[in-house]
């Protein structure tokens, strides 16, 4: 094992060991997270094949990531760590990927540096930590388009046919997704490079067999199990709604939004899910531009990979920021050797009116910085998405009860930046100031947000208290849409009634939003509240859920 290999295997397990701190530890909140939750809860009961969600909702991607979640649950039990697991893992393994490619194209340093880069975006490491397969398959498309960068520089039929045999995983684990960016990628890089009659040698008879059993058996099997209902509500209710708008239920549907809105979402995010590499990938993509750097093959392959999710997605109705998770692989391949080239720049002498001059800026850099998270705290949340907003709110209390913490990390943070600015060789500091505050947050700030949130928003001790009242085999009902996370910590199924009062049975157990509850109790088809409680009842929304028994003989 050479030496890359072993920074590579270090660094995925320094993501490893970051990405399973406390994992367990935040309940799950939110349909999505739930959803694919309660699917793994099927799997593990013996549908592995053929899952419904509360028996009755069809999954809305194919079952890869579950039959990954289902084995640890399976082998220990279902718990949130235990469901979360493939998430952390394909994180680790993208990251020691993202090290060895990246030597690949350019050496050892720009390996690591793009390894430390990915591995340090709140972004990536946010959604290794949740129980969805946005990670996963980002992990198998980026093998895939490695696999494939490969068959055109080496004219390799190994590599076309383990390309698209792992794209085939990447669609069991999410679907036309996986195979729309990696055909954008290829066909863009082709198109630049002027080689698009290379194409039809990618697809060998082997790799297109093992593509389509991989990608499109299931589907095969979906369709022949559950008919028409998987034509309604997941090849149309799904990939068509998502592309015209809505997925079938409130959370999802979007409000009318002006084409600048559509124009732009995913460039400005795309920045954003950068964190804390922007800066430098604009400064790589500058240096890319003006030394005639995108007349290198590798560059061309990156920047149409990096691109690909941000032309794919904008036409979409529905707009989704974890869709760009895509992006950050490439994105950190690009930096990379712009980072190398700024942490090998050579000192420079400085006088000391030199000397005061960067110390000052670096003052006034660190207290714009403060200044701008301030506003942000308060007058400036109006300009965050509602996800953000809420966030924040979750935050703010955290924040106020240790003021003395927060003072000291604001004082260590201008102290920081007016240090680096100082130093005769700047850039290794700054990039190890930008190493350690991603570092730290991954380590502490992350978990406290999302432990915040959890608190906040978890419907978990509503749902235990419910299932202890009323153990199984008894029956336990839904008055509207089931709110999904109480259906996973309920352990069992829970009956929908939609909006029919008149399926409510005298003693039947009914759990209802507030409004409909006060509706039904006035109606006297319910009895007093048993049970309420406050948290989140949809992907953002949050609500009060009561529990009360029904009267109607």
Not at 65 to 89: D, K, Q, T
Not at 235 to 261: C, H, I, K, S
Not at 275 to 284: E, H, V
Not at 318 to 325: C, S
Request: some cysteine; proline content about 7%.
């Amino acid at each position: 094992m050479s030496s890359a290999d072993r920074l590579a295997l270090l660094l995925a397990a320094g993501f490893l060991a970051a990405a399973l701190h406390g994992l367990g530890d935040a309940d799950i909140v939110g349909d999505d997270e739930a959803r694919e939750a309660g699917l793994v809860q099927e799997i593990v009961a013996g549908h592995w094949l053929l899952p419904r969600f509360n028996g009755d909702t069809l999954p809305d991607k194919p079952p890869l990531y579950h039959w990954l979640a289902a084995l640890p649950c399976g082998a220990a039990g279902f718990s949130e760590a235990a469901v979360r697991l493939p998430s952390a893992l394909a994180g680790a393994v993208l990251v020691g990927w993202t090290a060895s490619f990246g030597t690949e194209l350019g050496g050892p340093r720009v390996g690591v540096a793009a390894a430390v880069m990915l591995g340090t975006m709140p972004a990536l490491f946010d959604h290794s930590r949740v129980a969805r397969p946005d990670v996963l398959v980002t992990l198998l498309l980026s093998i895939a388009l490695g696999l494939a960068f490969r068959w055109w520089r080496d004219e390799s039929r190994a590599a076309a046919t383990g390309a698209l045999a792992v794209l085939g995983l990447a669609t069991l684990a999410k679907g036309p997704v996986a195979p729309a960016l990696f055909g954008m990628t290829v066909l863009g890089f082709l198109w630049w490079q002027r080689s698009l009659g290379r194409l039809p040698h990618l697809f060998t008879p082997a790799s297109v067999f093992v593509a389509l059993g991989l990608g499109l058996g299931w589907y095969g099997v979906a369709l022949a199990g559950w008919g028409a209902a998987f034509v309604r509500e997941h090849l149309v209710g799904r990939y068509l709604g998502n592309l015209v708008g809505g997925f079938g239920t409130v959370d999802y549907t979007p409000a009318p939004r002006p084409l600048a809105y559509h124009l732009t979402f995913y460039p400005t995010h795309l920045l954003t899910s950068a964190l804390p590499w922007t800066p430098f990938t604009a400064a790589a993509l500058w240096r890319l531009g003006r030394a005639g750097g995108f007349r290198d093959a590798r560059a061309r392959f990156l920047f149409c990979w990096a691109a690909a999710p941000v032309i794919a997605f904008t036409p979409a109705a529905t707009k989704l920021r974890h869709y760009l998770l895509p992006s950050l692989p490439p994105l950190a391949l690009l930096t990379a050797p712009t980072l190398v080239a700024l942490l090998e720049t050579p000192p420079r002498h400085l006088d000391r009116r030199g000397l005061a001059l960067r110390v000052a800026v670096g003052i006034l850099l660190g207290a714009a910085a403060l200044a701008t998270g301030r506003w942000l705290l308060g007058d400036g949340r109006t300009l965050l998405s509602r996800s953000d907003q809420s966030t924040l709110e979750a935050l703010l209390p955290l924040l106020r009860t240790r003021p003395g913490a927060l003072a000291t990390a604001a004082a260590g943070f201008a102290l920081g930046v007016a240090v680096v600015t100082a130093r005769r060789r700047p850039w290794p500091a700054l990039v190890g100031l930008v190493v350690a505050g991603a570092t730290a947050w991954m380590v502490a700030g992350g978990p406290a947000v999302e432990g915040a949130l959890a608190r906040r928003d978890s419907l978990r001790p509503f749902a235990r208290a419910v299932a202890a009242r009323y153990p199984a085999p008894a029956p336990i009902a839904f008055y509207g849409r089931p709110v999904r996370a109480v259906v996973v910590y309920l352990g069992r199924h829970a009956r929908t009634l939609d909006e029919h009062p008149d399926a409510i049975t005298a003693g039947l157990p009914v759990i209802a939003e507030e409004e409909a509850y006060r509706k039904l109790a006035a109606d006297h088809v319910v009895g007093a509240p048993l049970l309420s409680a406050e948290g989140r009842v949809g992907n953002r929304r949050r609500g009060r859920l009561v529990l009360a028994e029904g009267t109607v003989p």
